[in-house]
């Protein structure tokens, strides 16, 4: 009998380490669209180890599909490694921002309450309106939309997903290994060296 996981529908996050060269990017998106598969969000950002920058791209599929899209992503030849989890393998979050006019926050003491009980913040605030931000899981950003409808929300605005793998100790140490396995060559000392005046003598 088929395992039941890998042929339900769910989200994935996909994080890919990679060199950030140009053209990567696109030629990542294509792997995604010849295979009609939306990507529902999608960051790139410096990785813990310099000069590799790491891809986080979430989508709703089968685990049989993200396996699959894993190994193609792996082919490109900036690309160090490919990993895959669920939501419940990784520590995420989303940051969002929220514009509403800034005298009705003034006068109504309840949208003041409304706003500590969902852990947002006042990062600009003018005349004319003010700026929140919050940081949560989807549900917890849509919710405050909901919230601040009624009260005039003038413009939303939410970042792609950011994701920290729980049970790893992430590719730092991998690569670390991988090195010390297959060490770069070493350099020898030139046996003319002492000898560079008659070596180059012409």
Do not use: C
């Not at 003491?109 to 309106?129: F, H, P, T």
């Not at 730092?172 to 070596?199: C, I, S, T």
Request: charge should be negative; glycine fraction near 4%.
């Amino acid at each position: 009998m088929t395992d039941q996981k890998h042929i339900e529908r769910q989200e994935f996050n996909i994080t890919v380490y990679a060199e950030n060269q140009i053209g990567l990017l696109n030629r990542i998106a294509i792997i995604f669209t010849r295979r009609k598969i939306n990507i529902d969000s999608l960051n790139t950002s410096p990785s813990e180890i310099e000069g590799i920058h790491r891809f986080n791209i979430v989508i709703h599929e089968t685990e049989e599909v993200v396996r699959k899209l894993a190994g193609q992503i792996e082919k490109q030849v900036e690309v160090l490694k490919v990993y895959y989890h669920t939501n419940e393998d990784v520590i995420w979050q989303e940051m969002a921002l929220y514009k509403v006019p800034t005298d009705v926050i003034a006068e109504k003491a309840l949208v003041e309450r409304l706003l500590r009980e969902n852990g947002a913040r006042a990062v600009v605030i003018r005349k004319d309106y003010t700026v929140f931000e919050t940081t949560g899981h989807r549900e917890e950003t849509d919710n405050l939309i909901k919230v601040l409808q009624p009260y005039g929300l003038i413009e939303f605005v939410r970042s792609a997903r950011i994701a920290i793998i729980k049970n790893s100790e992430g590719f730092n140490r991998k690569l670390r290994e991988f090195e010390q396995a297959e060490p770069g060559h070493e350099v020898v000392e030139n046996e003319y060296l002492n000898n560079r005046d008659k070596v180059f003598t012409m």
